[in-house]
């Protein structure tokens, strides 16, 4: 006879019952690893197997113990025929389940190589570390022959890089950086601490940290899941088609998640609970490869919408400045003074901030309201200005706060805001002119 467990982890202990006196118990081990055995994996080898004789009875008592990894676990015992059948079946499905996330990982490796996006770099590691993750939890690198303690310590490390790969992942999907910088440095630090320092403590302790390790992940994934969902708040103003392609995929795999939890504890569903977990990873992986080639089109139309839009505002000004050619020309010979070719580069600072409808159409009431002569009349009254200050102008002219400027250039507010003291200063403005009514009179 063998017996399982039903989710991944619990010692079991089978101690047989003497027939003779039900009190007194037969001080023997019926198992096939060594007494003490505290890590057991999903059904690639039983917890314990025992063989009676045809028609021989015995009475044995089972004893668990648990270092925290699951909450429920319930032996299951079953003949060799129907063990091997079941591990057959099992076998089937791991082979579909990790063969479609082969496919699916080489067909988006292959959209990175074509389209060149950074988005599908991040996936394409998201993907490969799930993929070795369920390599560990399935116990396929049972098959290693290694020590069990070595197997431990490879899985914990790899569920480490899935929980890195998946906020990374995270993080530039909603484009956080942009959105909230100081958070993204929090987040980096965070990640590099946490991750680090109980990789540190694993190895420095590499024969007894395991049990505690347990715990620690477990406390660990409600950390995980917070960032996430800071990630998701802050996005959802400014990066709202983001966040619909984000939340779609991702609600997906939750609710199977769920549903294989609310089955591992009370098995009211067919088949076993992980089988679940993996049919949602698979839909979460098919969603965001639609979406993300969704999203990457949108982003490709809007900075073909943009390109034109700028090269058409750019034959506007350079039809204004014909106009006035021998002051142009003037202010051509100062190395301090702005080419007409900067103006392109102002404007595409904010390509990748502008990835709705609605923040396109802002930007083009904005820059619409800039007078083409605004350079040539701004020189003129200031030939000193540098190329930085004529951009940090730009952006202020066209109605953008400080704290969107500190997001377009990837800055912290305090330096913009000292960027505009210093500008100030040059343009010698006394404290009662408003920057912005000042550049209101070009």
Not at 90 to 103: E, K, P, T
Not at 221 to 233: G, K
Not at 370 to 386: I, R, T, V
Request: net charge positive; aromatic share 14%; hydrophobic share 45%.
């Amino acid at each position: 006879m063998i017996t399982n467990n039903d989710f991944i982890n619990r010692s079991y202990r089978f101690i047989k019952v003497d027939s003779t006196n039900q009190d007194i118990i037969k001080d023997k081990l019926f198992s096939i690893r060594k007494r003490g055995d505290d890590r057991s994996f999903k059904y690639v080898n039983p917890n314990f197997r025992m063989d009676l004789l045809p028609n021989e009875k015995a009475t044995f008592i089972i004893a668990v113990t648990s270092d925290g990894r699951v909450l429920d676990a319930t032996p299951e015992i079953m003949s060799l025929e129907e063990y091997t059948l079941f591990i057959n079946q099992n076998i089937v499905w791991s082979l579909v389940f990790l063969g479609a996330i082969v496919v699916l990982l080489i067909l988006n490796s292959y959209r990175w190589r074509m389209l060149k996006r950074k988005i599908y770099s991040y996936y394409v590691f998201y993907m490969f570390a799930t993929f070795l993750m369920y390599l560990g939890l399935e116990g396929h690198i049972h098959y290693l022959n290694l020590d069990k303690l070595y197997v431990d310590h490879i899985i914990f490390i790899l569920i480490r890089i899935w929980v890195f790969s998946l906020l990374v992942y995270t993080a530039n999907f909603l484009e956080i950086k942009t959105v909230a910088p100081r958070y993204f440095y929090f987040l980096k630090m965070t990640l590099l601490a946490v991750l680090g320092g109980t990789t540190v403590y694993q190895f420095v302790f590499f024969q007894t940290s395991i049990g505690q390790l347990h715990y620690f992940e477990n406390v660990l994934s409600f950390v995980w899941l917070l960032l996430i969902l800071v990630s998701i708040w802050l996005s959802r103003k400014e990066r709202k088609l983001e966040l619909k392609y984000y939340l779609i995929p991702l609600l997906g795999f939750l609710l199977f998640v769920a549903i294989g939890l609310i089955d591992g504890h009370f098995q009211l569903l067919p088949g076993e609970p992980f089988f679940y977990i993996k049919t949602g990873t698979i839909l979460e992986f098919i969603g965001f490869t639609y979406f993300i080639g969704r999203l990457v089109k949108v982003k490709i139309r809007s900075t073909a919408t943009l390109e034109r839009e700028l090269a058409e505002y750019q034959e506007a000004l350079s039809l204004a400045a014909t106009k006035s050619e021998k002051d142009l020309s003037s202010m051509a010979q100062s190395n301090s003074k702005l080419d007409k070719t900067e103006l392109l580069g102002i404007f595409k600072l904010l390509e990748n901030s502008l990835s709705t409808d609605e923040e396109w159409e802002d930007f083009k009431v904005k820059v619409g309201a800039l007078n083409p002569n605004f350079y040539e009349q701004l020189f003129n009254k200031h030939p000193d200005l540098s190329k930085s200050e004529i951009r940090l102008l730009t952006l202020i002219k066209i109605g953008y706060s400080q704290k969107e400027i500190a997001k377009i250039l990837v800055i912290e507010p305090n330096s913009v805001k000292k960027a505009k003291s210093r500008v100030r200063k040059k343009l010698e403005l006394s404290s009662s002119i408003e920057l912005s009514n000042y550049l209101s009179r070009f």
